[in-house]
């Protein structure tokens, strides 16, 4: 009896102990796959990516962007939209146009500081 109350009590620590590792981080933003579940990752500043603009939503300081892959961030070639950090940047530019873009972390949530024209 008292080696099953022992081999209980060390099956609920180890239980408990080991619950903080099971559990995945999910990123702020809700996408798995942009944290990689290992942590934040931080593009370099000089790190940009090819896409194409899908939407433009200035009331909201959002673009949905077409994108290549993102190593950086773990993503894979999609179509997201992407906060913008001044809704500046968006004006001039009209869905179809082919640009490339700088994404950071800014505060946990992924920004996009910069917009350039890509010449084909």
């Known amino acids: 009896m008292k080696l099953w109350i022992v081999f209980l009590g060390l099956s609920v620590l180890i239980g408990v ?27 370099k500043p000089d790190a940009y990516v090819n896409a ?23 993503m894979e070639p999609m179509t997201m939209a992407f906060r913008v950090a001044d809704p500046a940047m968006l004006e001039g530019w009209k869905v179809g146009d082919k640009l490339s873009f700088r994404l ?8 996009v500081t910069a ?4 010449e084909e």
């Open 52 to 74: 194409e603009i899908r939407k433009i939503d200035l009331e909201n300081r959002k673009i949905t962007l077409r994108h290549e892959a993102i190593p950086q961030f773990g």
């Open 17 to 43: 102990a080991g619950s903080g590792y099971a559990q995945a981080e999910v990123p702020a933003n809700g996408h798995e796959h942009a944290d990689h579940q290992h942590g934040q990752h931080a593009a």
């Open 115 to 118: 917009l350039q024209k890509r």
């Open 104 to 111: 950071e972390r800014v505060d946990g949530v992924l920004l």
